[in-house]
């Protein structure tokens, strides 16, 4: 499968906690770029971290990415009970497709 | 700005039955996509346009799904009969341009549906 593969499927803290999550992929990439859904609406793009890259920071975000082990990790950090949604990875192959991966449930625990 | 419109918000048929959804994508953006969103899972491409050309259909079940973007704007996907199975929430979602580096998506709030 070329999708990513987000690690852990769900995951529970208390809130001012820091929460990470994994993504895992088998293709090449172009970037690959970190989605949040929450509960009946939409998604939101919230960081795009290019092929040439290693780290990002956006606010609260850090999004790491290890192309020779093809993975990616996104740290939200100081939780808050906001922060609680899906968390899905989505790479761009080189082909231009976009593939998404089955996402991270997080909740964060007032 | 305005986002991406998409109606209806809810749906429900019984199986067999035919449905349609419509976008408006943000102003400007060139390419569309549609997505299938089962619970629980990823969104899964199902069509993408660049302005009103199709540029990846390869996931969408031809047999019943169909999709168009007239003018390059506005696009409807249609399911004919509808199956159990096709309950999910399905996403409409544009970017400025297909094959630019910096192709964020801007997703529409979905419409729902349930086939009975």
């Known amino acids: 499968s070329q999708q990513g593969e987000e690690d852990p499927q769900a995951l529970s803290i208390q809130e001012g906690e820091n929460a990470t999550m994994n993504c895992s992929y088998k293709?090449?990439?172009?970037?690959l770029q970190w989605y949040r859904q929450n509960s009946g609406r939409g998604l939101v793009h919230l960081i795009l971290?290019?092929?040439?890259?290693r780290e990002k920071h956006s606010g609260r975000l850090r999004v790491t990415l290890d192309t020779s082990k093809k993975s990616s990790s996104l740290l939200i950090t100081a939780s808050r009970a906001a922060d609680t949604a899906s968390y899905f990875c989505?790479?761009?192959?080189?082909?231009?497709?976009?593939?998404f991966g089955p996402g991270t449930s997080l909740s964060v625990i007032p | 700005e305005a986002g991406v419109a998409q109606s209806p918000r809810y749906k429900i048929i019984e199986k067999r039955q035919s449905v349609a959804f419509w976008c408006n994508p943000i102003?400007?953006?060139?390419?569309l996509y549609w997505y299938q969103q089962i619970l629980g899972q990823g969104p899964k491409l199902l069509i993408q346009?660049?302005?009103?050309?199709?540029?990846?259909d390869s996931q969408l079940p031809k047999d019943r799904f169909s999709a168009e973007r007239l003018k390059g704007v506005d696009s409807t996907l249609k399911i004919q009969p509808a199956k159990l199975e096709d309950s999910a929430v399905y996403l409409c979602?544009?970017?400025?341009?297909?094959?630019?580096?910096?192709?964020?998506?801007?997703f529409g709030p979905g419409t729902r549906l349930t086939v009975l």
């Open positions: 979602a544009s970017s400025l341009a297909w094959g630019k580096r910096r192709n964020e998506q801007f």
């Open positions: 293709t090449s990439i172009n970037n």
């Open positions: 971290i290019r092929s040439n890259e």
């Open positions: 989505a790479l761009k192959t080189s082909y231009d497709k976009v593939i």
């Open positions: 102003s400007g953006h060139a390419t």
């Open positions: 346009f660049q302005n009103n050309g199709v540029v990846d």
